[in-house]
């Protein structure tokens, strides 16, 4: 089951995921959300607009993006924190963070994440049946097992 999701979005790209936030309002309304900066400010009131105030979901604004944001995300992956990354990019720019951007990327398909980087996999996530399924398991992959006992000369 998924309870604990991340939601970032590059300025360009803020207004899409809010969209998509206040369309599914009523299935994130059962998870924890963190967010970086700006992104959890405007997604805590597009909650409230939907459900009111007694059925949000908790919003945890992090730092923003730049400021390390991205940073606290990924580390939080890999804590086994977060079960869903829904992260929004502006392709078409360099970011000035692009290495946190890339390592927040590169945690999410290591740890084996549901990760959605536009609308239609998001969508795709949060309407599957294991989005809410309580006996579903995330699969480590067993090369991070590995690393983590690899043998040092």
């Known amino acids: 089951m998924i309870k604990n999701i991340a939601l970032v979005a590059h300025d360009a790209r803020k207004q899409e995921l809010l969209s998509w936030v206040r369309f599914n309002a009523r299935s994130l309304k059962d998870c924890t959300l963190y967010c970086t900066g700006t992104t959890g400010k405007l997604t805590r009131q597009a909650l409230k607009e939907i459900l009111g105030k007694n059925e949000m979901p908790e919003v945890n604004c992090l730092l923003s993006g730049p400021l390390g944001g991205d940073a606290q995300i990924s580390a ?4 086994g924190k977060v079960d869903m990354l829904v992260f929004f990019c502006d392709n078409l720019i360099m970011q000035g ?3 946190d951007v890339m390592g927040l990327v590169r945690l999410a398909s ?3 994440i549901p990760f959605a980087t536009n609308r239609s996999t998001a969508d795709f996530i949060i309407s599957s049946p294991l989005f809410r399924d309580p006996d ?3 699969i480590i992959p067993s090369c991070i097992d590995s690393y983590k006992n690899r043998k040092l000369k």
Do not use: G, V
């Open 76 to 79: 939080m992956i890999a804590e």
């Open 97 to 99: 963070h692009q290495n």
């Open 110 to 112: 290591l740890y084996n």
């Open 136 to 138: 579903y398991t995330k």
